[in-house]
């Protein structure tokens, strides 16, 4: 079967795409196994930088603190994200518009503006840089994107179903916790995870409100870089590959489940 | 020796039936105070009136309906019951007690939502056990209690299936086991069938009447069906722009109604407007542009005021000649159409006001008339009724 030019352009088209896309992160995942400590030559199979990633105490350290700030950060948005959620969809106020609006706004403020004018605002109160801030800045950009996901959940939301519920005899809470938060749940997991990544892989926020001893892994990767890409550096970023991959199918699998 | 005997007898069947009175009465309920008593009623939202003034006594085991046209404030009068909603004066109390200050979750009443509002994410059996377990009945019991609603409701193999494997009749019956289940003092249901097919709708009000029956509970169902109401209820409350229009029974809505309103909301009835002249009784005659019509007024109707008389088009007559046993309401029209509805056939009239009249004819004893026709339309003083307007 012969195929006809638009058809052949298309495939081409689309392979190019598909290129561009995965080609880069083939080579760093190729890179991270090759012997050399070049990126440029192949020199044969090898696992050690990934052994001595392992043995590298500052890596490590960095990851840990990611790690900390990151379930920290997930626990705390999801918890602040989901009732604000809630809230808004539940009660009718006087400007409660405009408040939505402002809640939503930091999404599509640039990061480097937030950056700046969170450390300006721990300066000028005199909070000294490290985890705590780290984690103040995470959480505060998450609850948004907390915000957005649980909202468009609750847009399908039977509001009588908790009416039925303290009809029945349950208490506010006892509904929240047996009938809203488990229809709403798979918008919970989705910000949940969602805000996980964001605060994972953040740079530039990080990167003005962490302190001396607060490095978080991108911002230890990115130090690294200052003196070149090692296949050290690959073999990290690999493995942060690898480690949002699954989270990803771990969340379609809950979607799925749901269905 | 024999009168003292019968003496003592007498002293003792009183006793005992006086026993079996207050045991029965102490377990079925059957006090002499409401069950509900609504006490001048008020809700208002902003500058909106949404209930005004609506005073009514619910007896118990009583099937009474809120009937109104969207939009009359009989679901707000029903959530106010609920506890869903505070009213902005007036007084609720059920069973004797004030439940004002009690909210929703303690009240001892449960609601049927319009929509079922089912627990998505709960089976049957979780959506039916779900009231019984927040109050910490035990779990065997549960399980008994919850396998008893099913199976009143005809559901006992579906326990295990989610609200969205049923069909809107099955969602129904799980909304109705979920709220009896816990044993109200009163089941409140808002417009309950209001999202079945015609058929089903008319299959579930036949099988919650009998239901109502046999548990005895109080059911105080909404509805702007006005056939649901009468085929329903023990008694009809109708409602009208937040205030009570009419309250009694089916026959007493039907056959009596009060107001101009109720006469035109339940069933389909002629009015026809003129000046109140005379009383003798309760039969007040009324001049309708020159003819003279007798009515039924039940509440009071100022002479010389404007009034409506309302007949039911099934209880007018059509006849070629003025028929003289017709006492006095014997008036001139012009037939205008006839219109096939089936089981029977209607025929529209034009009174000299200009105003139009139906009439419903049985098949077999149609008069035989075409358009244009000069007809005589005729009723039974006792089938019209005088209204204030």
Not at chain 2, 128 to 147: E, M, N, S, T
Request: charged share 20%; aromatic share 8%.
């Amino acid at each position: 079967m012969r195929l006809s030019f638009g058809r052949k352009f298309g495939v081409f088209y689309a392979s190019l795409v598909y290129l561009f896309l995965y080609l880069p992160i083939s080579i760093l995942i190729l890179y991270s196994f090759n012997r050399s400590k070049l990126n440029a030559v192949w020199t044969g199979f090898t696992t050690d930088w990934y052994v001595r990633l392992f043995h590298n105490d500052s890596i490590l350290e960095a990851a840990k603190t990611s790690l900390t700030v990151a379930v920290i950060t997930t626990i705390g948005a999801t918890m602040i994200g989901t009732l604000a959620a809630v809230g808004m969809y539940r009660y009718h106020f006087r400007g409660k518009i405009a408040l939505e609006g402002l809640v939503f706004l930091p999404i599509v403020i640039p990061e480097i503006v937030m950056g700046i004018s969170m450390l300006a605002l721990f300066s000028q109160l005199k909070v000294s840089l490290g985890i705590m801030t780290l984690l103040a800045a995470h959480i505060t950009f998450s609850v948004p994107f907390v915000m957005v996901v649980v909202r468009a959940r609750l847009a399908g939301f039977d509001k009588n179903i908790e009416e039925a519920a303290m009809d029945l005899g349950a208490k506010p809470w006892t509904t929240f916790l047996k009938v809203t938060l488990p229809v709403i749940a798979p918008g919970v997991i989705a910000g949940a995870l969602l805000t996980f990544t964001l605060s994972i892989d953040d740079v530039v926020i990080s990167f003005f409100v962490a302190g001396p001893g607060s490095t978080t892994l991108p911002l230890k990767i990115y130090s690294m870089v200052k003196f070149g890409v090692t296949p050290e550096i690959n073999a990290l970023s690999t493995l942060m590959l690898l480690a949002t991959l699954l989270i990803v199918l771990f969340a379609e699998r809950l979607q799925q489940k749901e269905k | 020796m024999e009168i003292p005997a019968r003496g003592f007898d007498f002293v003792l069947n009183m006793a005992s039936f006086l026993l079996v009175y207050l045991t029965l009465g102490s377990r079925r309920g059957l006090s002499l105070q409401p069950m509900v008593i609504l006490q001048n009623l008020v809700k208002q939202y902003g500058s909106q009136t949404v209930v005004n003034d609506v005073s009514l006594e619910i007896r118990q085991g009583e099937f009474l309906t809120l009937l109104g046209p969207s939009g009359c404030g009989k679901t707000t009068t029903l959530r106010m019951i609920a506890g869903f909603e505070h009213p902005t004066s007036g007084q609720i109390m059920l069973d004797g007690e004030p439940i004002l200050k009690t909210p929703p979750y303690e009240r001892n009443v449960n609601t049927v939502f319009q929509n079922y509002a089912l627990f998505p994410h709960m089976s049957v059996f979780d959506n039916v056990a779900f009231g019984l377990r927040v109050k910490r009945v035990r779990k065997a019991d549960i399980r008994q209690r919850v396998g008893d609603a099913l199976k009143m409701v005809q559901l006992e193999e579906f326990a295990g299936r989610k609200p969205d494997q049923l069909s809107g009749g099955q969602k129904q019956r799980v909304a109705i086991a979920r709220a009896l289940v816990n044993n109200p003092k009163v089941l409140l249901l808002d417009e309950p069938l209001g999202a079945l097919d015609q058929k089903l709708r008319k299959q579930m009000q036949v099988e919650l009447k009998h239901l109502q029956k046999r548990l005895g509970i109080t059911f105080i169902f909404v509805t702007h069906d006005q056939e649901e109401a009468l085929t329903m209820s023990d008694r009809i409350a109708v409602m009208n722009g937040g205030v009570l229009e009419q309250v009694g029974t089916p026959k007493d809505i039907y056959e009596f109604p009060e107001t101009g309103f109720v006469a035109e909301f339940i069933g389909e009835t002629n009015l026809i407007s003129g000046v109140a002249k005379e009383r003798n009784g309760s039969s007040v005659a009324v001049d309708c542009g020159g003819t003279l019509l007798r009515g039924a007024a039940k509440n009071e109707v100022s002479l010389g005021g404007n009034v409506l008389v309302a007949v039911r088009p099934e209880r007018a007559k059509l006849s070629l000649q003025p028929d003289a046993d017709a006492g006095g309401t014997d008036i001139a029209a012009e037939f205008t159409e006839r219109i096939y509805v089936g089981s029977s056939i209607r025929t529209m009239v034009k009174l000299q006001s200009g105003a139009s009249f139906a009439v419903v004819e049985s098949p077999d004893r149609l008069i035989d008339a075409g358009a244009g026709d000069r007809l005589y339309v005729s009723w039974k003083p006792e089938h019209a009724v005088v209204l204030k307007r």
